[in-house]
Protein backbone atom coordinates (compact mmCIF):
# COMPACT_ATOMS: atom_id res chain seq x y z
CA UNK A 1 0.00 0.00 0.00
CA UNK A 2 1.55 3.50 -1.07
CA UNK A 3 1.70 6.22 1.55
CA UNK A 4 -0.21 9.31 0.77
CA UNK A 5 1.86 12.20 0.45
CA UNK A 6 -0.85 14.88 1.58
CA UNK A 7 -1.25 12.96 4.80
CA UNK A 8 2.63 13.30 5.77
CA UNK A 9 2.39 16.89 4.86
CA UNK A 10 -0.87 17.39 6.97
CA UNK A 11 0.84 16.04 10.14
CA UNK A 12 3.95 17.50 9.70
CA UNK A 13 1.98 20.86 9.23
CA UNK A 14 0.16 19.82 12.61
CA UNK A 15 3.16 19.34 14.16
CA UNK A 16 5.14 22.38 13.59
CA UNK A 17 1.65 24.23 14.56
CA UNK A 18 1.54 22.62 18.15
CA UNK A 19 5.01 23.76 18.39
CA UNK A 20 4.41 27.13 17.57
CA UNK A 21 1.67 27.29 19.73
CA UNK A 22 3.34 25.95 22.66
CA UNK A 23 6.30 28.53 22.36
CA UNK A 24 4.22 31.15 22.04
CA UNK A 25 1.95 30.04 25.28
CA UNK A 26 5.81 29.76 27.21
CA UNK A 27 6.45 33.49 26.13
CA UNK A 28 2.87 34.81 26.56
CA UNK A 29 3.35 33.30 30.36
CA UNK A 30 7.05 34.69 30.46
CA UNK A 31 5.53 38.25 29.72
CA UNK A 32 2.85 37.79 32.36
CA UNK A 33 5.23 36.89 35.29
CA UNK A 34 7.72 39.35 34.24
CA UNK A 35 4.69 42.13 33.74
CA UNK A 36 3.27 40.59 37.35
CA UNK A 37 7.29 41.22 38.69
CA UNK A 38 7.50 44.44 37.90
CA UNK A 39 3.72 45.61 39.07
CA UNK A 40 4.99 44.16 42.38
CA UNK A 41 8.61 45.81 42.82
CA UNK A 42 6.30 49.50 41.75
CA UNK A 43 3.80 48.84 44.65
CA UNK A 44 6.43 47.17 47.12
CA UNK A 45 8.29 50.25 46.61
CA UNK A 46 6.62 53.14 44.29
CA UNK A 47 9.28 55.87 42.66
CA UNK A 48 8.69 59.09 43.61
CA UNK A 49 12.07 61.27 43.13
CA UNK A 50 13.54 63.30 45.79
CA UNK A 51 13.10 67.19 45.30
CA UNK A 52 16.52 68.27 44.23
CA UNK A 53 16.52 71.48 46.85
CA UNK A 54 15.59 68.73 49.44
CA UNK A 55 18.76 66.52 48.19
CA UNK A 56 20.72 68.66 48.54
CA UNK A 57 19.71 69.96 51.75
CA UNK A 58 20.43 66.03 52.58
CA UNK A 59 23.98 66.18 51.65
CA UNK A 60 24.45 69.76 53.59
CA UNK A 61 22.54 68.37 56.52
CA UNK A 62 25.33 65.41 56.26
CA UNK A 63 28.00 67.83 55.91
CA UNK A 64 29.48 65.59 52.44
CA UNK A 65 32.70 65.95 51.59
CA UNK A 66 35.43 64.75 49.22
CA UNK A 67 36.84 61.73 51.74
CA UNK A 68 33.15 60.70 52.06
CA UNK A 69 31.28 57.47 50.11
CA UNK A 70 27.70 57.99 50.13
CA UNK A 71 25.48 55.49 49.79
CA UNK A 72 21.46 56.12 48.33
CA UNK A 73 18.96 53.23 48.86
CA UNK A 74 16.56 53.12 46.42
CA UNK A 75 18.55 55.82 44.57
CA UNK A 76 15.91 56.33 41.53
CA UNK A 77 17.33 58.50 38.67
CA UNK A 78 20.85 58.67 40.44
CA UNK A 79 20.14 62.57 41.35
CA UNK A 80 21.32 62.39 44.69
CA UNK A 81 24.41 60.37 44.13
CA UNK A 82 25.17 62.70 41.14
CA UNK A 83 25.10 65.69 43.22
CA UNK A 84 27.54 63.91 45.84
CA UNK A 85 29.87 63.65 42.77
CA UNK A 86 29.47 66.50 41.11
CA UNK A 87 29.02 69.31 43.77
CA UNK A 88 30.84 67.78 46.76
CA UNK A 89 33.60 65.54 45.14
CA UNK A 90 32.34 62.30 46.93
CA UNK A 91 32.16 59.07 45.87
CA UNK A 92 28.72 57.50 45.55
CA UNK A 93 26.68 54.32 45.53
CA UNK A 94 22.92 53.97 44.43
CA UNK A 95 21.16 50.74 44.87
CA UNK A 96 17.83 50.13 43.26
CA UNK A 97 15.81 46.98 42.42
CA UNK A 98 14.15 48.62 39.43
CA UNK A 99 16.37 48.16 36.51
CA UNK A 100 14.62 50.99 34.38
CA UNK A 101 15.98 53.44 37.19
CA UNK A 102 19.30 52.00 37.24
CA UNK A 103 19.60 52.52 33.67
CA UNK A 104 18.19 56.02 33.77
CA UNK A 105 20.67 56.66 36.70
CA UNK A 106 24.07 55.56 34.58
CA UNK A 107 23.09 57.77 31.40
CA UNK A 108 22.62 60.89 33.83
CA UNK A 109 25.71 60.64 35.88
CA UNK A 110 27.33 60.45 31.79
CA UNK A 111 25.44 63.73 31.05
CA UNK A 112 27.06 64.88 34.59
CA UNK A 113 30.18 63.36 33.94
CA UNK A 114 30.73 61.89 37.04
CA UNK A 115 30.56 57.69 36.06
CA UNK A 116 34.32 57.70 37.34
CA UNK A 117 33.15 58.76 40.62
CA UNK A 118 29.89 56.68 40.81
CA UNK A 119 28.63 53.15 40.83
CA UNK A 120 24.43 52.32 40.43
CA UNK A 121 24.03 48.65 41.22
CA UNK A 122 20.66 46.69 40.76
CA UNK A 123 19.72 44.51 43.54
CA UNK A 124 18.22 44.58 46.88
CA UNK A 125 19.63 47.10 49.52
CA UNK A 126 18.81 44.27 52.15
CA UNK A 127 21.30 42.21 51.23
CA UNK A 128 23.89 44.81 50.28
CA UNK A 129 26.76 45.32 52.05
CA UNK A 130 26.99 48.88 53.37
CA UNK A 131 29.84 48.90 55.38
CA UNK A 132 31.55 51.27 53.30
CA UNK A 133 29.57 53.85 53.53
CA UNK A 134 30.23 56.95 55.50
CA UNK A 135 26.90 58.64 54.60
CA UNK A 136 23.25 57.12 53.87
CA UNK A 137 20.74 58.36 52.45
CA UNK A 138 17.59 57.20 51.75
CA UNK A 139 13.58 57.95 50.43
CA UNK A 140 11.88 54.59 51.32
CA UNK A 141 8.91 53.75 53.48
CA UNK A 142 8.42 53.76 57.28
CA UNK A 143 8.27 49.78 57.30
CA UNK A 144 11.48 49.43 54.92
CA UNK A 145 13.37 52.43 57.56
CA UNK A 146 12.36 50.35 60.26
CA UNK A 147 13.47 46.96 58.73
CA UNK A 148 16.75 48.68 57.90
CA UNK A 149 18.01 49.94 60.99
CA UNK A 150 19.26 46.96 62.32
CA UNK A 151 21.57 47.00 59.38
CA UNK A 152 22.72 50.16 59.46
CA UNK A 153 23.55 49.61 63.11
CA UNK A 154 25.62 46.38 62.52
CA UNK A 155 27.13 47.55 59.27
CA UNK A 156 28.26 51.49 59.43
CA UNK A 157 31.12 52.33 61.22
CA UNK A 158 30.61 55.16 64.46
CA UNK A 159 30.26 58.19 62.86
CA UNK A 160 28.69 57.20 60.24
CA UNK A 161 25.74 59.55 59.20
CA UNK A 162 22.52 58.17 57.84
CA UNK A 163 19.52 60.93 56.16
CA UNK A 164 16.19 60.05 55.50
CA UNK A 165 13.81 61.84 53.20
CA UNK A 166 10.20 61.98 54.59
CA UNK A 167 10.19 58.89 57.35
CA UNK A 168 12.21 58.62 60.69
CA UNK A 169 13.49 55.19 62.29
CA UNK A 170 10.73 54.53 65.23
CA UNK A 171 10.47 54.75 68.45
CA UNK A 172 13.73 52.79 69.06
CA UNK A 173 16.36 55.74 67.25
CA UNK A 174 15.07 58.96 67.11
CA UNK A 175 16.65 61.53 64.68
CA UNK A 176 19.48 63.93 66.24
CA UNK A 177 18.42 66.51 64.10
CA UNK A 178 15.30 67.19 61.86
CA UNK A 179 15.20 70.22 59.45
CA UNK A 180 11.98 70.66 56.69
CA UNK A 181 12.49 71.58 53.44
CA UNK A 182 10.01 72.15 50.45
CA UNK A 183 7.63 71.05 52.91
CA UNK A 184 9.10 67.46 53.61
CA UNK A 185 10.65 66.48 56.99
CA UNK A 186 14.71 65.31 56.62
CA UNK A 187 15.93 63.26 59.37
CA UNK A 188 19.37 63.08 60.31
CA UNK A 189 21.12 60.49 62.81
CA UNK A 190 25.05 59.43 63.13
CA UNK A 191 26.22 55.89 64.29
CA UNK A 192 27.74 55.63 67.44
CA UNK A 193 29.42 52.75 69.84
CA UNK A 194 25.75 52.40 71.75
CA UNK A 195 24.29 51.07 68.60
CA UNK A 196 26.88 49.38 67.54
CA UNK A 197 27.11 47.34 70.99
CA UNK A 198 23.01 46.90 70.56
CA UNK A 199 23.67 45.91 67.16
Known amino acids: ?10 CHFRRRTLRFC ?3 LVLSLSRTRAHASSAAVALDVPYVPTPRRVAERMLQLAKVGKSDIVYDLG ?8 AAAKKHGARGVGIDID ?11 KAAKVEQRVEFILGDLFLTDLSK ?8 LPRLNR ?13 SRVVSHGFDMGEEWPPER ?13 ITEAHKKSA
Open 99 to 109: PARIQEARINA
Open 75 to 82: CGDGRLVI
Open 147 to 159: QLRPQLWQQLKVG
Open 1 to 10: MTADPRSDSI
Open 178 to 190: TETVNGTTIYYWT
Open 133 to 140: ATVVTLYL
Open 22 to 24: GLA
